[in-house]
């Protein structure tokens, strides 16, 4: 027996596991997905997930060393200038400064998606990119259920590059140990294997320390020139 998002679904087995239709087609976004499988002898398990769905699938971008990121579909590398907390009624200002990708800390705190997802569409609109973060009280909660709601709904937005996961959480006012932080970047990738996990510290040394929780490490340079930068 199977649900997907509250509706019966059919359920296709087969030699080497099984396969799941959505009634009516997995909806754009998160999908929640139920299995109760039960044997000859009336043994029963179940069996939840987060099944995302995006058509067209974002496209996938790799994050080179020395070439910028190379786009899925895009002839030229995309050289990411970034600016943090650009407001929407900036982002003309920005773009025509030269920066081609933004931040905003208000994502930190929301737990509705809209505004980010209008903030996200300004992004496009001035033809820029950007990457957003998560609620951190949430993230301190261990609140994968938020992290999957907010993956699935911001997934078809095409000014999304990437995800910041965290800035600075080994300080001790955020307290968010590399394990937990692992957890979440688990999530994400399964939920949106197209865009890369962000992480920024202010103690260059914890990089290794929270090397399972990101695909790109933000260096930082504080207080000295850019020879101090990692």
């Known amino acids: 027996d199977a649900m997907v998002n509250g509706a019966k679904a059919t359920v296709r087995v087969t030699a080497s596991g099984w396969a799941i239709q959505a009634p009516g087609g997995w909806r754009p976004g998160l999908n929640h997905v139920r299995v109760i499988a039960i044997d000859a002898a009336a043994n029963a398990t179940e069996f939840r997930a987060w099944v995302t769905h995006a058509s067209p699938a974002p496209p996938r971008g790799v994050w080179t060393a020395g070439r910028g990121v190379e786009i899925e579909g895009e002839s030229a590398p995309f050289f990411p200038l970034a600016m943090y907390m650009v407001r929407d009624f900036e982002m003309a200002r920005v773009k025509a400064a030269g920066f081609n990708l933004v931040q905003?800390?208000?994502?930190?705190?929301e737990m509705d998606p809209e505004a980010?997802?209008?903030?996200?569409r300004a992004a496009a609109g001035a033809g820029l990119r950007a990457f957003v973060a998560f609620?951190?009280?949430?993230?301190?909660?261990?609140d994968l259920a938020f992290v999957a709601e907010?993956?699935?709904a911001l997934l078809g937005e095409p000014s999304l590059l990437a995800w910041y996961l965290f800035d600075e959480p080994e300080l001790l006012k955020h307290g968010l140990r590399p394990h937990v932080l692992a957890r979440v970047t688990r999530l994400i990738k399964v939920l949106d294997p197209f865009r890369p996990v962000l992480l920024t510290c202010y103690h260059g040394h914890y990089l290794v320390d929270y090397a399972s929780s990101y695909d790109v490490f933000l260096t930082q340079a504080y207080h000295t020139d850019p020879a101090g930068v990692l």
């Open 104 to 109: 905003h800390y208000g994502a930190d705190g």
């Open 116 to 120: 980010t997802r209008v903030w996200l």
């Open 135 to 142: 609620n951190r009280e949430r993230l301190a909660a261990g």
């Open 150 to 152: 907010r993956v699935g």
